[in-house]
């Protein structure tokens, strides 16, 4: 399972090689645990976001 996340100035886009089409992240349904750092390639940052967010971060 392939997602590529792509940040455009309308906002972050979701192209998922299960879907087919390309979704506003917030749309996907998916929560995000990490992703790559778009102002450093080599670096990875850590991010709770989406629908279950919540559960991961134990609030």
Same mark, same amino acid.
């Given at each position: ?23 506003? &992240?917030?749309? =996907?349904?998916?929560?995000?645990? /990490?992703? !790559? ?6 670096? &990875?940052?850590? =991010?709770?976001?989406?629908?279950? /967010?919540? !559960?991961?971060?134990?609030?």
């Amino acid at each position: 399972h392939v997602v590529l996340l792509a940040r455009l100035k309308s906002g972050d886009y979701v192209l998922d090689n299960l879907a087919g089409s390309v979704k506003p &992240w917030s749309s =996907t349904g998916y929560t995000f645990l /990490a992703s !790559q750092n778009f102002n450093n390639k080599s670096a &990875w940052q850590v =991010t709770l976001a989406g629908p279950r /967010a919540a !559960q991961f971060s134990g609030t």
